[in-house]
C-alpha cells in the first residue's frame, strides 16, 4: 500500500498553474474558432464584392456602347434634306434617316420632350407628341396615331390605358408601333434604328 504524502504548497501552486494554463488554452481556441468565423465571413464577403464589381463591369461595359449609340444618334448629320430630296419615300431613300416620316411618341418624360423631338427631327423625321392623357385629352389619340406614319410608346412612362390604346388603334389603321421598354433616349435611338 502507497504512502500518502502530505500535499505540500507547491503541488497546489502547480495544480493552479495548470487549470490556469488549462484555462488560457480553451480561451484560445476559442478566441481561434471566432477569427476562423471572422476569416470565412471576410472570404464569403470578398467573393460577393468581386461578383458585384465584375457585374458593375458589365454594366458599364454596356452603358458605353449604349452612349456610344446615343452620341451617333445625337451628334450624326442625317446626310440629306428630306424635305428636298427626290428620292423621299422610295426605295432610293439615302437612309438611314426617317425620309420625313411622321413619328408620334406617346408618353415619356417631360424633360425629355425636347430631346426626343431633335433625334427624331436629326434622323429625317417629323416629330409629334401625346403625353397619354396627363395634359393631352385622351380622345385626341386615335387622331394623331391616324396622322403618324409609326408610333412609339415607352411602357415604363405612360399610363396602361394609354398603351392599350395606342395597341388598339395601331392595330385597327395597321399602322407600325413599338412597345418601348425605357423613355431613355437609347430606347428611342433602337426604335429608330427600326423605324428606319
Keep these: 500500500m502507497r504512502e500518502h504524502r502530505p500535499i505540500k504548497e507547491s503541488d497546489n501552486n502547480c495544480r493552479q498553474q495548470v487549470e490556469q494554463l488549462n484555462q488560457e488554452l480553451i480561451n484560445l481556441r476559442n478566441q481561434l474558432s471566432e477569427a476562423e468565423e471572422i476569416i470565412d465571413y471576410a472570404d464569403q464577403l470578398n467573393r460577393d464584392l468581386e461578383r458585384q464589381c ?3 463591369q458589365n454594366k458599364n461595359a454596356s452603358q458605353k456602347t449604349e452612349i456610344k449609340r446615343l452620341q451617333q444618334a445625337l451628334f450624326a448629320s442625317a446626310g440629306s434634306d428630306c424635305d428636298t430630296c427626290e428620292d423621299k419615300n422610295t426605295q432610293n431613300c439615302p437612309g438611314p434617316d426617317l425620309c420625313g416620316k411622321k413619328i408620334l411618341y406617346v408618353g415619356g418624360m417631360h424633360k425629355l420632350v425636347q430631346h426626343y423631338r431633335k433625334m427624331i427631327e436629326q434622323a429625317g423625321g417629323s ?3 401625346h403625353d397619354g392623357g396627363k395634359e393631352i385629352a385622351k380622345s385626341r ?3 394623331m396615331i391616324g396622322k403618324a406614319d409609326a408610333v412609339l410608346c415607352p411602357v415604363d412612362c405612360v399610363s396602361h390605358d394609354a398603351c392599350l390604346s395606342v ?6 389603321s395597321n399602322k407600325p408601333y413599338f412597345m418601348m421598354r425605357g423613355s431613355g433616349l437609347s430606347s428611342l435611338a433602337k426604335s429608330l434604328e427600326k423605324i428606319s
Excluded: A, S, W, Y
Excluded at 167 to 172: S, T, V
Design 127 to 129: 416629330f409629334m407628341h
Design 54 to 56: 465584375t457585374d458593375l
Design 141 to 143: 389619340l386615335p387622331n
Design 167 to 172: 395597341k388598339r388603334h395601331c392595330k385597327q
